[in-house]
């Protein structure tokens, strides 16, 4: 029942999605405008700027919602999430210093290499920190760290350009947004998601192995080794794409995960779909509130995220107390 | 022509034709990098504008025999100041008042520019400000080079204009809220200031010429324009620019739209308006910024019936300035292109 009421939930908010926006269109206009046909300039902003918007909030929602429930099942810590633990900061970084730096030239195609990488690194950093030392508090205090170090390191960068815009720019890399994001955006972070989907699926059965331990798991057939490398491949590639294009969103994969499990059989691998579908939902609604909260001026899509977010990751800390100390 | 050897010493910086400035077309052009380029050539070349016309980008066809008479009317204004040992030492220490000075004043008479002075986005004149020292607005520059005069903008270094002006340093400020009728009395203000009067009101009353003549071209028909720049910020109300696409005898759809100053404009009003020319920047350097996306945009690019493209000379409207004719000119010349004058039927 929770998939298809949770898919029903990502249907619907993208087609509210699509009629939020300044521009006053009625719904005859937009959905004629959608589908070809009726007036030219309804036509460019529902396909053009409508469109790829509602598509990037729902997969960018699918990527952070899956990957926090698989690092959540893989680090068997409740707070992972790809935000707390650094990764989508990385992953700005990692943009940002490859981009901003004109390496690669003005090109798009700049971001999503950089945000990549940096995902990457930073999941690999992780993975080894929490090899070493599996207590739920050293992988937070690393995340948080690396959070830092990585935020410091983007603004840097962005206030060393010449570019006098670039300095503004630390809002979108440190807080997201889904602006102006055009149809070259979603062809550009797709099918780097959907791969990056495909990956961090095909580790549902190890995730549930790995709920009994490592060495149950092993002692079940798992390969730790190759489990981890599809979690690290799948999370850069799903949550690298989309920072690449959008910016750091945070706290969508703490919150769904926690949200959606009291309605599954809590094994790690019946928790993936829901939580993808709930992160699409929970993204599409924040990113519909960023622009109707205040109607004149935007908000960073970032910004609200956090706000429902922080309270509650307050309120895991505060939960957890006894497990972490 | 005065011939006295520290006459033609302290001129050879400015003595025509390399460094006067020029505003000739061949250099000026609107030389529509990036996406400009693309939009240019395809918003241009193919003649999609409904009136006709061989569409060039924006280039302005006209006016380079009106820019003859600027350049001997600069011309004629050198060869007429007097000696400048005589006159006072300026500090300029906003890219606006940069331009001024570097128009106006004896080359002996500039103690320094401000480093925004070279920056080709920002001044019309870069080139020129080249030669002399420049400054970055801190008193102590000022202190090392005892300048007999500092002007600045009201805009900028509020900290270092007043500890400047306690400190008895004669400080200069010019108004940031331009438009294209205050710019003849900037002129003048600021020949009266260095003592270079008569070179003042030769350029301010040409410019004066030239905008009545540019606003005579005016007429009924005044297609929707609309100037919009890095992460979609449009120039409306109150703008030097805005006050251009007035002259020029078009609408700014922004200021239509209610907004003043310099606002984001969500790029859905823009295209559900569908004005008749979007005025798009270039990017203000090489070091790319996701700013400059916005002038990329498909969205932008799939209006059929706009002409999109830079169509004003970089750094053309970024000061007042003399220059500021150039943008007008540019402009009118666009709108004669897409919407005719000639009497209604």
């Given at each position: 029942?929770?998939?298809?009421?949770?898919?029903?939930?990502?249907?619907?908010?993208?087609?509210?999605?699509?009629?939020?926006?300044?521009?006053?269109?009625?719904?005859?206009?937009?959905?004629?405008?959608?589908?070809?046909?009726?007036?030219?300039?309804?036509?460019?902003?529902?396909?053009?700027?409508?469109?790829?918007?509602?598509?990037?909030?729902?997969?960018?929602?699918?990527?952070?919602?899956?990957?926090?429930?698989?690092?959540?099942?893989?680090?068997?810590?409740?707070?992972?999430?790809?935000?707390?633990?650094?990764?989508?900061?990385?992953?700005?970084?990692?943009?940002?210093?490859?981009?901003?730096?004109?390496?690669?030239?003005?090109?798009?195609?700049?971001?999503?290499?950089?945000?990549?990488?940096?995902?990457?690194?930073?999941?690999?950093?992780?993975?080894?920190?929490?090899?070493?030392?599996?207590?739920?508090?050293?992988?937070?205090?690393?995340?948080?760290?690396?959070?830092?170090?990585?935020?410091?390191?983007?603004?840097?960068?962005?206030?060393?350009?010449?570019?006098?815009?670039?300095?503004?720019?630390?809002?979108?890399?440190?807080?997201?947004?889904?602006?102006?994001?055009?149809?070259?955006?979603?062809?550009?972070?797709?099918?780097?998601?959907?791969?990056?989907?495909?990956?961090?699926?095909?580790?549902?059965?190890?995730?549930?192995?790995?709920?009994?331990?490592?060495?149950?798991?092993?002692?079940?057939?798992?390969?730790?080794?190759?489990?981890?490398?599809?979690?690290?491949?799948?999370?850069?590639?799903?949550?690298?794409?989309?920072?690449?294009?959008?910016?750091?969103?945070?706290?969508?994969?703490?919150?769904?995960?926690?949200?959606?499990?009291?309605?599954?059989?809590?094994?790690?691998?019946?928790?993936?779909?829901?939580?993808?579908?709930?992160?699409?939902?929970?993204?599409?609604?924040?990113?519909?509130?960023?622009?109707?909260?205040?109607?004149?001026?935007?908000?960073?899509?970032?910004?609200?995220?956090?706000?429902?977010?922080?309270?509650?990751?307050?309120?895991?800390?505060?939960?957890?107390?006894?497990?972490?100390? | 022509?005065?011939?006295?050897?520290?006459?033609?010493?302290?001129?050879?910086?400015?003595?025509?034709?390399?460094?006067?400035?020029?505003?000739?077309?061949?250099?000026?052009?609107?030389?529509?990098?990036?996406?400009?380029?693309?939009?240019?050539?395809?918003?241009?070349?193919?003649?999609?504008?409904?009136?006709?016309?061989?569409?060039?980008?924006?280039?302005?066809?006209?006016?380079?025999?009106?820019?003859?008479?600027?350049?001997?009317?600069?011309?004629?204004?050198?060869?007429?100041?007097?000696?400048?040992?005589?006159?006072?030492?300026?500090?300029?220490?906003?890219?606006?008042?940069?331009q001024l000075v570097l128009l106006l004043a004896e080359p002996s008479q500039i103690a320094s520019l401000s480093d925004l002075s070279l920056d080709p986005s920002l001044s019309f004149l870069h080139e020129e400000a080249a030669p002399y020292p420049k400054n970055s607005g801190r008193a102590e520059e000022v202190f090392l080079s005892k300048p007999d005069l500092v002007v600045t903008?009201?805009?900028?270094?509020?900290?270092?204009?007043?500890?400047?002006?306690?400190?008895?340093?004669?400080?200069?400020?010019?108004?940031?809220?331009?438009?294209?009728?205050?710019?003849?009395?900037?002129?003048?203000?600021?020949?009266?200031?260095?003592?270079?009067?008569?070179?003042?009101?030769?350029?301010?009353?040409?410019?004066?010429?030239?905008?009545?003549?540019?606003?005579?071209?005016?007429?009924?028909?005044?297609?929707?324009?609309?100037?919009?720049?890095?992460?979609?910020?449009?120039?409306?109300?109150?703008?030097?620019?805005?006050?251009?696409?007035?002259?020029?005898?078009?609408?700014?759809?922004?200021?239509?739209?209610?907004?003043?100053?310099?606002?984001?404009?969500?790029?859905?009003?823009?295209?559900?308006?569908?004005?008749?020319?979007?005025?798009?920047?270039?990017?203000?350097?090489?070091?790319?910024?996701?700013?400059?996306?916005?002038?990329?945009?498909?969205?932008?690019?799939?209006?059929?019936?706009?002409?999109?493209?830079?169509?004003?000379?970089?750094?053309?409207?970024?000061?007042?300035?003399?220059?500021?004719?150039?943008?007008?000119?540019?402009?009118?010349?666009?709108?004669?292109?897409?919407?005719?004058?000639?009497?209604?039927?």
């Amino acid at each position: 029942m929770l998939n298809p009421i949770l898919g029903l939930a990502c249907l619907l908010l993208t087609a509210a999605s699509l009629l939020v926006g300044p521009a006053d269109l009625d719904l005859a206009s937009s959905i004629a405008g959608l589908f070809a046909g009726g007036d030219a300039a309804a036509m460019i902003i529902m396909q053009e700027i409508r469109l790829p918007r509602a598509l990037l909030a729902l997969t960018i929602g699918i990527s952070l919602g899956l990957a926090g429930a698989v690092l959540q099942g893989l680090l068997r810590n409740p707070l992972a999430e790809p935000g707390l633990i650094g990764v989508t900061s990385s992953a700005s970084f990692g943009a940002v210093a490859i981009f901003y730096t004109g390496l690669a030239g003005a090109s798009l195609y700049a971001l999503p290499a950089g945000a990549l990488a940096g995902a990457a690194v930073s999941v690999l950093l992780l993975l080894a920190i929490a090899a070493r030392n599996g207590a739920t508090l050293t992988l937070i205090l690393a995340g948080v760290a690396l959070t830092s170090l990585t935020g410091a390191l983007t603004s840097l960068v962005l206030n060393l350009s010449p570019n006098p815009f670039a300095s503004y720019e630390i809002i979108f890399w440190l807080l997201g947004s889904l602006r102006d994001r055009s149809m070259s955006h979603v062809w550009l972070a797709l099918p780097l998601m959907a791969l990056g989907w495909v990956l961090l699926g095909a580790s549902a059965r190890a995730l549930d192995a790995l709920s009994l331990g490592e060495e149950a798991a092993s002692s079940l057939g798992i390969r730790l080794s190759a489990t981890r490398l599809l979690v690290v491949l799948g999370t850069a590639l799903s949550v690298g794409a989309g920072t690449a294009v959008a910016g750091a969103i945070g706290f969508i994969g703490l919150v769904v995960p926690h949200l959606v499990r009291p309605f599954t059989d809590r094994l790690p691998s019946s928790l993936l779909v829901p939580s993808a579908l709930g992160g699409g939902a929970l993204l599409l609604a924040a990113d519909i509130a960023a622009r109707i909260v205040v109607p004149t001026r935007e908000l960073n899509v970032g910004v609200l995220t956090a706000l429902i977010g922080a309270p509650f990751f307050l309120w895991l800390v505060v939960r957890a107390r006894r497990e972490l100390f | 022509m005065r011939t006295s050897p520290a006459d033609r010493k302290g001129r050879s910086f400015i003595t025509p034709p390399s460094v006067l400035p020029d505003f000739s077309p061949a250099r000026r052009v609107i030389a529509p990098s990036f996406a400009a380029r693309d939009l240019a050539t395809r918003w241009g070349g193919e003649g999609r504008n409904e009136t006709g016309g061989s569409a060039q980008g924006g280039r302005p066809p006209r006016g380079r025999r009106r820019k003859a008479l600027v350049l001997v009317a600069f011309a004629s204004a050198i060869s007429t100041t007097s000696y400048a040992a005589d006159l006072p030492r300026v500090m300029s220490m906003n890219v606006c008042t940069d331009q001024l000075v570097l128009l106006l004043a004896e080359p002996s008479q500039i103690a320094s520019l401000s480093d925004l002075s070279l920056d080709p986005s920002l001044s019309f004149l870069h080139e020129e400000a080249a030669p002399y020292p420049k400054n970055s607005g801190r008193a102590e520059e000022v202190f090392l080079s005892k300048p007999d005069l500092v002007v600045t903008g009201t805009f900028s270094l509020h900290n270092t204009t007043s500890l400047l002006e306690a400190l008895d340093f004669a400080v200069e400020e010019f108004a940031y809220d331009q438009s294209v009728d205050t710019i003849a009395g900037e002129i003048r203000r600021m020949g009266a200031l260095i003592g270079q009067d008569a070179k003042a009101e030769q350029i301010a009353s040409a410019y004066e010429r030239d905008l009545a003549d540019l606003r005579a071209r005016q007429c009924s028909t005044k297609p929707a324009a609309i100037a919009y720049e890095q992460n979609g910020v449009v120039l409306s109300e109150g703008t030097l620019a805005d006050s251009v696409i007035e002259a020029a005898g078009l609408t700014n759809l922004a200021t239509e739209l209610g907004y003043s100053a310099m606002t984001p404009l969500p790029l859905e009003q823009l295209v559900s308006h569908e004005p008749d020319i979007v005025i798009v920047s270039e990017p203000m350097t090489d070091a790319p910024a996701l700013a400059d996306q916005i002038a990329q945009h498909p969205a932008l690019r799939s209006l059929e019936s706009s002409r999109i493209g830079a169509f004003v000379p970089r750094g053309a409207w970024a000061c007042g300035g003399p220059f500021v004719i150039e943008a007008v000119r540019a402009l009118t010349a666009l709108r004669e292109e897409i919407a005719s004058c000639a009497p209604a039927r």
